[in-house]
């Protein structure tokens, strides 16, 4: 019995022996894998994190070739180039701007020399002596009327003449007649009072036909010719209008020509109301017509309302031009400067040339040495007799391209589509 339980007793003790060991050696087992699978793990994170490393570094390097493009606002000549390109450079300096209002207006005929042409009197055009934009002098006849009330007026004048003639002649007898003591001195007196009663009649009758137009100089020794109105200019011009047709009737409520002195012409402008304090009569303006774009005609104003109005908050204004050449026609469309004082403080100015557009700013070429421009920001201000403010962006004293700044805009154009290209490749 006591053997046979220590046999069964070995037999266990072996069996958990062996299951112990088992246990120990898949543990062992386990731990190594582990241990490779952390190392395959940290060899794995650290091939990542290197990679990270390498496209970081391939990433700053594409940053650092992009920022290079950002400075292609520089641009390098020499100073031979400058001169066949007309690159001129120049010192930034304040001076003192013109202020200008711009204004747009209309062309019209001076009213103080424009003339509408009627007859005196009624009657039937029968003869047209002038047409349309035909050149007339003052006293010129444009129309011949037929008028019954000129024959009328003639035929007054002739008896007025003839009774004249008879009341010198009666007063001539009477007087021979006192000198040898026939007649009364009282007659003599009557026979001077008709004569000068006729002579009165005459002189209205005359005063009349001068009226009409008539010249009594061309009714002497003419009495059988048929009477007939001519209508004259009175004043030297262009017929800018013309009405008058053969056969028609006319009278003095009916205009049959316009003429007008083009030689002077008004310019009808809308000054706003917040510029009123700088205008002032007899202030110089410059007019410029599309027609003759290049061509700045000078005048003066010669007249500001005194109302405004309403709707526009705008005062008329007149502005008197020469017009030698007739290039100013009425109903043309103008554009006024109005020249105001020049500013007391002086301001930084650069010529509108030098100020260029480069990618939506405004930019001004500032030379960093002899051969370096640097296309420079600028803030703009006021423009005035081709010159712009700087109100910021450019020192005074500074070296800028005062010429020539077009080339260097297109230079910086070139060099970022160069750039572009490479990118590309």
Not at 184 to 207: G, P, V, W, Y
Not at 358 to 384: H, I, M, S, W, Y
């Amino acid at each position: 019995m006591n053997k046979k339980a220590i046999i069964i007793g070995l037999i266990l003790a072996i069996a958990v022996g062996g299951g112990f060991l088992y246990r120990s050696t898949q543990t062992g087992n386990s731990g190594v894998k582990q241990a490779e699978h952390k190392d395959e793990k940290a060899d794995g994170h650290k091939e990542e994190k290197a990679g990270g490393h390498k496209e970081e570094g391939e990433h700053k390097e594409e940053k650092e070739g992009h920022e290079g493009h950002d400075e292609a606002g520089s641009v390098k000549m020499t100073v031979e180039v400058q001169k066949q390109n007309g690159v001129v450079v120049a010192a930034a300096k304040k001076q003192r701007l013109a202020g200008v209002i711009s204004a747009t207006g209309k062309v019209e005929a001076n009213a103080d020399r424009i003339a509408h042409v009627s007859p005196r009197i009624s009657g039937k055009i029968v003869a047209v002596r002038a047409s349309l934009g035909d050149s007339v002098s003052s006293g010129q006849a444009l129309a011949t009327l037929d008028s019954v009330e000129l024959g009328e007026a003639l035929g007054r004048y002739h008896q007025s003449k003839t009774k004249l003639a008879l009341a010198q002649s009666n007063m001539d007898r009477i007087k021979g007649l006192v000198e040898k003591k026939i007649a009364a001195r009282k007659d003599i007196l009557q026979a001077e009072t008709d004569f000068k009663t006729a002579q009165t009649e005459l002189h209205t009758d005359e005063e009349r036909l001068s009226l009409y137009g008539v010249a009594i100089a061309d009714l002497k020794g003419d009495n059988h010719k048929r009477p007939l109105l001519p209508v004259r200019s009175p004043i030297s011009g262009t017929i800018t209008e013309k009405h008058a047709i053969v056969g028609e009737l006319s009278d003095p409520s009916k205009s049959l020509y316009t003429v007008a002195d083009l030689s002077s012409v008004w310019v009808l402008v809308d000054i706003n109301e917040k510029d009123l304090a700088k205008v002032r009569k007899g202030q110089g303006a410059i007019v410029i017509v599309g027609a003759f774009p290049d061509r700045k005609l000078r005048g003066r104003i010669t007249y500001i309302a005194d109302l405004v109005d309403e709707s526009t908050r705008t005062v008329k204004a007149r502005i008197e031009v020469a017009n030698p050449g007739r290039k100013l026609k009425p109903e043309m469309f103008a554009t006024v400067e109005l020249a105001l004082a020049a500013d007391a403080p002086p301001v930084l100015a650069v010529p509108e040339d030098a100020v260029q557009d480069l990618d939506g700013k405004k930019v001004v070429f500032v030379a960093e040495n002899e051969t370096e421009f640097a296309a420079r920001p600028v803030q703009a201000g006021r423009t005035a007799a081709g010159m712009v403010e700087i109100v910021s962006g450019l020192k005074e004293g500074e070296n800028y391209a005062i010429k020539g700044s077009f080339i260097l805009k297109s230079e910086v154009k070139k060099g970022e589509m160069t750039d572009e290209h490479g990118h590309g490749k």
